[in-house]
């Protein structure tokens, strides 16, 4: 078996133990504790090593705009499909969609598969746009999500001043945001990890090294799947994965990419699946509502729909990378990526569409009726 791969079936065989544990986890409290270890501590340590890792490549400056661009393009298409797909406008459920959606979490789901198919450049290439999404993620869905959450529950009446006071006190007052601006101010300082002294840099890494079992084993416990819920995920994330590629086709036909390791980065790394980050926002968001005495159902998201959408991404993200890179060079040619990403685009609208036609269908002969009528009525 493949590294790549058996690395994926490690990380759904880490969703199934969270799943079986279940039953042992049974009390609120359990899941917050395990929740508070990976917002507190190991997502902010994770972040920490990322950011000291950095090496910026003037040269290649333009992957993470490029990234950045897509992050942005996909909340826009987003904010236009769901209506069409029947979510209600400003509902907890379309705010989630609308943070997951545009994030993306290539550690997880894409970079196991570039190192096996396409080599270390390409990884390397593929962690430099990461920059592009981790800047989306960690500030712009930060700065979404409290912005949603101060419409929600009417605190427009409040003078920009006070919201902007607002914003920064709950920003300070989370582990995750202290730990980018101390990263930031390092980096500018000219630090790096190993410029750190040894103890702290070993603790960190110990620490960023649990992130991602416990959020595996956080989303198996956590996770409560309905079929009818498992159709709407999917469908959803059919969409976007079909809006990835016709936007990836787009940007392999306009540009003269070196070569076709380039033009697989730039197809599979819009596949990876949704990233965890904006599900620690809505998380820190509720506890906000919870301190308020707000009900979850009333809250500004959903989180049960953002922690099943986490479930559902990541092996559904793994299948069609897979799928990519056992394709040969089928998936390097734009017009094979504006036809898949067509009929994926397709899949989950065409029905929506054919029950709009149904009803137009239904309504004529009524319309009709009422015509006849009335003129009948005005001739007497």
């Known amino acids: 078996m493949p590294l790549a791969l058996q690395k994926t079936c490690s990380f759904l065989l880490l969703i199934l133990i969270g799943f079986l544990l279940k039953n042992r986890l049974i009390k609120d409290d359990h899941k917050k504790g395990l929740?508070?270890?990976?917002?507190?501590?190991a997502l902010p340590a994770m972040i920490f090593v990322a950011l000291l890792k950095i090496e910026v490549d003037t040269e290649l400056m333009f992957l993470p705009l490029l990234i950045l661009i897509w992050n942005v393009t996909m909340f826009l298409t987003s904010k236009f499909m769901l209506p069409l797909l029947g979510f209600r406008k400003d509902s907890s459920e379309t705010r989630t969609?609308?943070?997951?959606?545009?994030?993306?979490?290539?550690?997880?789901?894409?970079?196991?598969?570039?190192?096996?198919?396409?080599?270390?450049?390409?990884?390397?290439?593929?962690?430099?746009?990461?920059?592009?999404?981790?800047?989306?993620?960690?500030i712009f869905s930060y700065l979404l999500a409290m912005n949603w959450y101060y419409n929600h529950f009417?605190?427009?009446?409040?003078?920009?001043?006070?919201?902007?006071?607002?914003?920064?006190?709950?920003?300070?007052?989370?582990?995750?945001?202290?730990?980018?601006?101390?990263?930031?101010?390092?980096?500018?300082?000219?630090?790096?990890?190993?410029?750190?002294?040894?103890f702290i840099g070993e603790s960190v890494l110990m620490l960023k090294d649990i992130m991602t079992p416990l959020v595996l084993l956080f989303i198996g416990v956590s996770v409560i799947l309905k079929w009818s819920?498992?159709?709407?995920?999917?469908s959803v994330l059919?969409?976007?994965?079909?809006?990835?590629?016709?936007?990836?086709?787009?940007?392999?036909?306009?540009?003269?990419?070196?070569?076709e390791a380039a033009v697989l980065l730039a197809v599979v790394f819009p596949l990876s699946a949704c990233s965890f980050w904006p599900f620690a926002h809505m998380s820190a968001i509720r506890q906000l509502e919870r301190d308020k005495g707000v009900d979850s159902e009333k809250g500004t998201f959903d989180?049960?729909?953002?922690?099943?959408?986490?479930?559902?991404?990541?092996?559904?993200?793994?299948?069609?990378?897979?799928?990519?890179?056992?394709?040969?060079?089928?998936?390097?040619?734009?017009?094979?990526?504006?036809?898949?990403g067509g009929a994926m685009i397709s899949l989950p609208i065409l029905p929506r569409v054919i029950?709009?036609?149904?009803?137009?269908?239904?309504?004529?002969?009524?319309?009709?009726?009422?015509?006849?009528?009335?003129?009948?009525?005005?001739?007497r």
């Open 97 to 138: 969609w609308l943070l997951m959606i545009p994030s993306l979490a290539p550690g997880l789901s894409c970079f196991p598969f570039l190192v096996e198919y396409l080599g270390d450049d390409a990884l390397a290439w593929g962690a430099l746009g990461d920059i592009g999404n981790k800047v989306y993620v960690l």
């Open 229 to 234: 819920q498992i159709q709407t995920i999917a």
């Open 154 to 198: 009417k605190m427009g009446s409040r003078s920009n001043g006070q919201k902007v006071k607002e914003l920064f006190l709950s920003m300070f007052k989370e582990p995750i945001n202290l730990v980018i601006i101390v990263a930031l101010v390092l980096l500018a300082l000219g630090f790096q990890l190993q410029n750190l002294p040894g």
């Open 355 to 379: 029950s709009w036609f149904r009803n137009i269908e239904i309504d004529i002969p009524f319309l009709e009726e009422k015509n006849l009528k009335d003129s009948s009525a005005e001739s």
């Open 35 to 41: 929740k508070t270890t990976i917002l507190d501590l």
């Open 303 to 340: 989180l049960d729909l953002g922690i099943n959408i986490l479930a559902v991404s990541l092996p559904f993200s793994t299948a069609l990378i897979l799928g990519v890179f056992s394709s040969g060079a089928y998936f390097t040619v734009p017009s094979h990526l504006f036809i898949i």
């Open 238 to 259: 059919i969409l976007r994965a079909g809006f990835s590629l016709v936007l990836s086709g787009g940007f392999v036909a306009l540009f003269d990419l070196p070569n």
